[in-house]
């Protein structure tokens, strides 16, 4: 990819990620932000960056199948080598998938596999594993199923709240999304089939931040 990939990011929330993609900018630009939310708080982060940003609302459709096409055209129309999500409620249809292919990725606060969807820091702290964290993966059909690129993990302390729980996990996140961004940007790290390739400078890399990666 180019040196400046264009990179179109979806969320439903806060948009900490999206801040944090914005904060480490380098080998990718966010050149569109898209929410099915107007009121996300991440809608207001990419307006004050000056990003261009789409709204496409749920209610605004007759069924779910014209919402998310409408969707697709959006992230389609603006012209993106990466897509990235960043907190977005919305199970993707097979035709979106398959559009992206190689350059949709998703980060999930979990080790996947272990606690794939939603409430993961509660989920983790229920099954009493010793460490959590976060994945960066490729998205394909299924829920968080998609091929892994690198997790970033914490461990679990004795006194965790789901609360505190997550708060050290978005730190990972912060750090492990923007490098995967640029690494896939720079062509560091490529799919093949559902295999990854990684170059020496992102197991370098990988190793330097203590991320794992998953060749």
Request: hydrophobic share 45%.
């Amino acid at each position: 990819m180019n040196d400046a990939a264009r990179t179109t990011v979806l969320l439903s929330g806060r948009g900490s990620n999206l801040k944090a993609l914005i904060q480490h900018q380098s080998g990718y630009k966010i050149t569109h932000v898209v929410t099915d939310k107007p009121e996300a708080p991440g809608l207001q982060l990419a307006i004050e960056a000056g990003i261009p940003t789409s709204v496409v609302p749920r209610s605004e459709f007759p069924s779910l199948s014209a919402f998310k096409a409408a969707v697709l055209k959006t992230v389609a129309a603006s012209g993106p080598d990466i897509v990235a999500l960043a907190g977005f409620l919305v199970v993707l249809q097979p035709e979106f998938i398959d559009t992206f292919h190689g350059r949709l990725i998703n980060i999930h606060p979990s080790l996947l596999p272990m606690f794939p969807g939603l409430h993961t820091h509660e989920r983790a702290l229920e099954a009493k594993v010793a460490r959590h964290g976060c994945t960066v993966h490729f998205v394909d059909a299924g829920i968080d199923t998609g091929p892994l690129i690198a997790q970033a993990a914490v461990d679990i302390e004795p006194n965790d709240s789901p609360e505190s729980l997550a708060a050290r996990v978005l730190a990972k996140e912060h750090t492990l999304y923007p490098w995967i961004v640029r690494a896939i940007a720079q062509g560091d790290i490529r799919l093949q089939g559902r295999s990854l390739s990684y170059s020496e400078r992102a197991r370098t890399e990988a190793q330097r931040m203590g991320a794992t990666i998953f060749s």
